[in-house]
């Protein structure tokens, strides 16, 4: 590792290029799920009226987070002139590349005698991260905010000793944080440098006049937009909404309370793989030399163990909810990696086991074939190299060899899983896009249309026409079409269904209203 040399401008191109070419290829195919449309619909009303402090879907005031990563959106959609799945998840994909440049830099700048790009790319390739960097969703944005504020305290605040501007930019930055996703980001930044501190036993730096300055500078970044919305909105409703988007989280999602205990360290262990095996190979008293070393594993290592403990002890958590401290895990990874021999046995036969489990997921391509009938030659391509890559890192000695085979297997595991499942999804999932065009087919164009209790915000985004959401019936007239989610609610007489069918879990109707009851 020690012999691997790079200039700034070449270790950035790499993790800029990395990061493009393992998250691009294919991600504009799947539709939009979970939180997707309601973030894109809020950033299109934002544009639309004009209005950035009050967020609004379908009208409807929205303040369970606040409005950052929907600025963001906007300002794409402005710039690009389109709002659709590739220019939205391009912020995701931006945001993750832009944090893996932040690792880096800082990896650089502790005097790295190795690769300093090394934890930028282990970030880019945590399966968990790629999963949300192609996701118009809030996650990698906010993390990328938790990490900028937590890694800037550090490097100012520690290593060059500038107790004021360490927490005043710092604390800045965590104001942006709150700007993206509310509250958690104060436990997460507290929650690092307070056991960073309580580890160094300086926990009267709390107490500190530089402190209570930092406070109050991101204060007044959170305050250019929280004073206008409070102008406008009851400050005790944006509070209470707050708040119960942190309480809704005490029942286990699915499953019971056991459920959750057994399946919560499973999927982090799938999402932080293969970097996580390293942690096994931790050896205190290899850093015990390295002061900069060691004050870098007690600020990233006991915050991620501490906030795995606790959410894998509230019901409703998930693992995305580590996501924010990612990046203090890649570099936690860094500094193992920094400290393995070459030829240290036990790394080398994790690296073997690694490399039998790539064997394997290649011959499995003709497996996937029969369950997802892909087209062209990239997932084929895709499974023959990972049968080569395989058997070449099972007999790889050299550390720095078998990290980069690593970096390369996870780009081509990525790229023939989008390759298959992407396109398989756009042809046979894609429930919201044929909800959509077999609404526009049954509804003229001229005609007005309603949302009464439907609900779903991808649905009203692929509809791209005017539509008003209700709450009651009595204003519509003869002709008004009515979109309903079917079962939930009791459609009066006058109302004629004109179609109805399943979009993923939902039976959607499609209603006209009448002059009288037929």
């Known amino acids: 590792m020690h012999n691997i040399k790079l200039n700034v401008i070449t270790g950035l191109s790499i993790v800029i290029l990395y990061g493009l070419l393992i998250n691009i290829p294919y991600f504009h195919l799947k539709e939009f799920q979970g939180e997707e449309g309601r973030r894109v619909l809020i950033a299109q009303e934002m544009l ?17 987070k606040p409005p950052l990563f929907n600025w963001l959106l906007a300002i794409i959609f402005k710039v690009a002139n389109d709002a659709s799945e590739a220019s939205a998840r391009s912020v995701s994909v931006f945001s993750a590349i832009l944090c893996a440049i932040l690792l880096s830099l800082l990896w650089k700048l502790l005097d790295s005698k190795g690769l300093w790009i090394l934890p930028g790319l282990i970030f880019l390739s945590l399966p968990d991260v790629l999963d949300k960097a192609i996701r118009a969703e809030i996650d990698i944005t906010f993390t990328l905010t938790v990490t900028a504020s937590l890694i800037s305290w550090f490097y100012i605040y520690e290593l060059k000793r500038n107790s004021f501007a360490g927490w005043v930019v710092s604390l800045m930055l965590l104001a942006i944080a709150f700007l993206t996703k509310g509250i ?53 409703n944006v509070l209470s909404a707050w708040i119960n988007e942190i309480i809704v989280r005490k029942e286990p999602l699915r499953g019971s309370f056991w459920n959750h205990l057994l399946e919560f360290p499973y999927q982090f262990i799938l999402g932080y793989m293969p970097w996580i095996g390293l942690l096994l190979f931790f050896r205190k008293q290899r850093i015990q030399k390295d002061q900069k070393l060691k004050d870098i ?34 570099i936690s990874i860094a500094v193992i990696i920094e400290t393995l021999y070459d030829k240290e046995t036990n790394a080398i036969s994790y690296t073997k086991v690694i490399a039998i489990l790539v064997f394997l997921s290649g011959l499995f ?70 909800a959509a065009r077999r609404i526009n087919n049954n509804v003229p164009v001229s005609a007005r249309l309603y949302d009464y209790n439907l609900g779903n915000p991808h649905v009203i985004f692929y509809l791209k026409r005017h539509i008003v959401k209700i709450d009651h019936l009595s204003d519509l007239e003869k002709g008004d079409y009515l979109l309903v989610r079917k079962g939930e609610i009791s459609i009066p007489c006058s109302f004629r269904e004109i179609d109805s069918f399943m979009a993923r879990k939902m039976i959607i109707g499609i209603y006209r209203k009448e002059e009288k009851c037929l």
């Open 184 to 236: 958690i980001s104060v436990f997460f930044f507290y929650l690092t440098t307070g056991l960073y501190l309580l580890f160094k036993k300086r926990l009267k730096d709390f107490f500190t006049l530089d402190h209570l300055a930092g406070i109050v500078a991101g204060s007044a970044v959170f305050s250019f937009w929280f004073i206008p919305l409070i102008y406008r909105i009851d400050y005790k």
């Open 48 to 64: 639309k009226k004009g209005d950035y402090i009050v967020p609004t879907v379908e009208g409807e005031i929205y303040l369970n």
């Open 297 to 330: 594993i007690t600020f990233s290592l006991p915050p991620l163990v501490i906030a795995f403990l606790l959410f894998w002890f509230i019901p409703g958590a998930r693992v995305r909810y580590l996501l924010p401290l990612s990046g203090l895990f890649a």
């Open 365 to 434: 391509i003709p497996f996937l074939y029969r369950r997802f009938d892909f087209a062209g030659i990239v997932p084929w391509i895709g499974g023959l190299l990972l049968i080569i890559s395989g058997v070449y890192l099972f007999f790889l000695k050299e550390l720095g060899k078998r990290l980069i085979a690593l970096f390369c297997i996870i780009f081509i595991a990525k790229t023939a899983w989008a390759s298959i499942y992407f396109p398989y999804h756009e042809k046979n999932m894609s429930y919201y896009r044929e």
